[in-house]
Each structure stands twice: as structure tokens, then as C-alpha cells.
């Protein structure tokens, strides 16, 4: 079992809703991450939150938008999203600093459809 | 643009032999290197990471760093059908932030009973 924890595993939205995915993690890491997968393509950044700051934005669309309640937890809010956007979406985390370096431990994956 | 380029594959290598992956990677600052797994329709499991030049060894699997050469290969001897895999290799920039990781496109492994 991976020591990190999306919901849920599977997610099909139509364009007009709001959704979440949540991601938990208790490894203490104080760094945290979301990806974007399409199918048969490596993962892409989307997010980097550090200390529960976000460190990093890869020039995501606004209607991604996410967030880190505590040093635990992250979630991702869908709004208006589109066909295009169906992927696997992957939470990982991380020590923070130069520890980060020893790798991350990536999550099951949401697997998100667009409708 | 930094760039991780690993072998096309497919590759095909039959229960027992050693499968061999390359990896090469144009930052030449990067400063850490990581091989993922990835079973298909699941997400990437991390399998060793490298930072010094040299080899690193666990188990049945070898990361092998040359940074003058900017490559790095993972090695898996004794090969079984339960490694059947993509492969990721991923690299860490020079000179920046600890977070981001490139990765390669993958290369997708069968081990043929």
C-alpha cells in the first residue's frame, strides 16, 4: 500500500462542475506535489507546495487552483475543466530542502475524465 | 530546454538475462537521478536513486552514474516477468530548485517468461 492516499480513484466531471481530488500523506514530508499524466507520456509538474507554501506554479490554467490545508494534506480544485484535461492526476510527497533530492513518493492517481 | 532522453524501447529481454536502460540528461548541473516504475495504468514507484558518480546497488538492480558523459543506466540482472514494466528515468536541474524533476519519456520493458 503507497503511504500516500488520493480519493478518489476515479472521477468523471462534466465541464460546468467543481470538483476536488485530495491527497494524504503521513511521512512527515513537508513537500508536496501534484502531476499530470496523459497516457503514454511522462509525468508533468503541476504544483509544488513547500512548508504549505506553494513553490512552485508550471504555469497551470486557473481553472486548476490548489491548496494545502496543513502539512498532510492537498487538494486540487477542478472548475469548468475540459475534454483535454483527462489524465491520471498524481500527488507526491517529499522531504523538503536539499533532502528532497533522495526522490518523491508518488500516490495511486486520480484518474480524472472530462465529459 | 532541459532534456532527459532515454532508449525508445520497446525492449524485450527473456526471464533471466539482464535488461539494460539508458539514460542521458543535457543539464550538465543536474544533481541527483532517479529511476521510476511504472506498471501500466498505475503511478511511478520509485527503485533508486544516484547522486555520486559510479555504481549504486540494490539488490537485483544497479544505478550506474557517469556524469562526464551525462548518462545513467539501471541495470536489472536475473530478469522476471513481474519487471515488465516503463521505466522512468528523472533528473533533478542544477542550479535550482530541489522540487522538479525531469523526466524522461520511458521505456517500456517485457521480460518474456
Known amino acids: 500500500d503507497t503511504e500516500v492516499t488520493q480519493t478518489p480513484k476515479h472521477l468523471v466531471m462534466g465541464m460546468t462542475n467543481k470538483k476536488s481530488l485530495k491527497c494524504e500523506q503521513h511521512m512527515g514530508h513537508r513537500a508536496m506535489y501534484w502531476y499530470k499524466q496523459k497516457a503514454k507520456k511522462p509525468p508533468e509538474l503541476m504544483f509544488v507546495y513547500s512548508y504549505e507554501k506553494l513553490s512552485i506554479n508550471e504555469s497551470v490554467p486557473s481553472r486548476f487552483s490548489p491548496e494545502c490545508p496543513n502539512s498532510s494534506l492537498l487538494n486540487l480544485h477542478l472548475h469548468a475543466l475540459q475534454p483535454e484535461d483527462s489524465a491520471l492526476y498524481l500527488c507526491?510527497?517529499?522531504?523538503?530542502?536539499?533532502?528532497?533530492?533522495?526522490?518523491?513518493?508518488f500516490g495511486s492517481g486520480t484518474r480524472l475524465t472530462v465529459v | 530546454q532541459k532534456e532527459v532522453e532515454q532508449n525508445s524501447g520497446p525492449l524485450s529481454v527473456p526471464e533471466g538475462a539482464i535488461a539494460s536502460l539508458n539514460c542521458t540528461y543535457s543539464?550538465?548541473?543536474?544533481?541527483?537521478f532517479f529511476w521510476y516504475r511504472q506498471y501500466s495504468g498505475k503511478s511511478p514507484e520509485l527503485i533508486m536513486f544516484?547522486?555520486?558518480?559510479g555504481d549504486k546497488e540494490d539488490g537485483r538492480f544497479t544505478a550506474q552514474l557517469n556524469k562526464a558523459s551525462q548518462y545513467v543506466s539501471l541495470l536489472i540482472r536475473d530478469s522476471q516477468p513481474s519487471d515488465s514494466a516503463t521505466y522512468l528515468c528523472?533528473?533533478?536541474?542544477?542550479?535550482?530548485?530541489?522540487?522538479?524533476?525531469?523526466f524522461g519519456k520511458g521505456t517500456l520493458l517485457t521480460v518474456n517468461p
Open positions: 507526491a510527497s517529499s522531504q523538503a530542502g536539499t533532502e528532497a533530492l533522495r526522490g518523491y513518493t
Open positions: 543539464d550538465r548541473g543536474s544533481q541527483s
Open positions: 528523472a533528473v533533478t536541474p542544477g542550479g535550482g530548485s530541489n522540487y522538479k524533476l525531469t
Open positions: 544516484i547522486y555520486s558518480n
